[in-house]
């Protein structure tokens, strides 16, 4: 099987967009669930619903792969399975190491969604030395001095960071200089690297910031809408105001008349 260091992706030489290629992993997954319930063909309005995208945005996605389904049938669910994971790469043999086995390094160590997708974690390494040798997920943590000779010896050209803040740009460097050309990186911190090297940050603490606005707004919009309503309440069962008259004056045939009339 080939590895990730002597091939890449064939998206950039097909020219498909970087908005295409960020798409592509929500059609797999939503494929892969319909495949694991043997359905055989889905439509473009059903495939884009359960995405999360609109049908004509995916049937632009998916010409730029070549594919454009068979009308009045649709796409076949296991072709595009497979054309799909062929475009990112998936068929191939990645070797991944992470750096950083504390709490979330661990458990990326032992997330099961990287097998069945194509990447093998090679290696897991860490710089406390009292985790060297300590088995996290069934592999043995390796100390930071052998990175790399780990990445070398393994062929790795993609490096997960899950280091604190302070030490992820030196975990960086020391990736890209052994040859890591692409980081999925954790640490909470922007990441400086030379042309040619991608970055993919995951920064789970920006996200719930971004849901915490949101929860936010819609608590001020429900907040209005409970005052408007109080203020409609208010006007609907308050008594009408007294008519107002000139000088206490008295009724006359024509409207109302002035107590005292001028002379």
Not at 203 to 227: N, T, V, Y
């Amino acid at each position: 099987m080939a590895t990730g260091r002597t091939h890449r992706p064939a998206t950039r030489s097909r020219g498909i967009p970087e908005a295409t290629v960020a798409r592509l992993p929500l059609y797999l997954r939503a494929l892969t669930a319909l495949s694991e319930r043997s359905v055989p063909t889905v439509s473009s309005e059903e495939l884009a619903a359960a995405a999360g995208v609109n049908s004509a945005k995916l049937r632009k996605d998916f010409s730029y792969l070549g594919s454009y389904g068979t009308r009045g049938v649709g796409y076949d669910v296991e072709y595009l399975v497979y054309q799909i994971s062929r475009e990112l790469g998936l068929t191939q043999d990645w070797p991944v190491v992470i750096v950083g086995i504390g709490n979330l390094g661990a458990a990326l160590a032992g997330y099961g969604g990287f097998a069945s997708r194509g990447f093998r974690v090679a290696a897991l390494i860490d710089a406390d030395p009292a985790m060297t040798g300590k088995p996290v997920a069934g592999i043995p943590v390796q100390h930071s001095d052998d990175l790399e000779k780990i990445i070398e010896e393994d062929g790795v050209s993609i490096g997960v960071i899950a280091t604190p803040a302070g030490v992820a740009q030196q975990v960086c460097d020391r990736l890209v200089a052994a040859g890591v050309t692409s980081i999925l990186n954790f640490a909470p911190t922007v990441l400086s690297v030379p042309d040619g090297v991608d970055v993919r940050k995951v920064d789970l603490s920006i996200e719930l910031q971004i849901l915490a606005f949101h929860e936010q707004r819609k608590a001020g919009e429900e907040s209005s809408a409970e005052a408007d309503a109080e203020a409609d309440t208010a006007a609907a069962v308050a008594p009408p105001a007294p008519r107002a008259t000139t000088g206490g004056g008295r009724k006359g045939p024509d409207g109302d008349v002035p107590a005292v009339m001028p002379a």
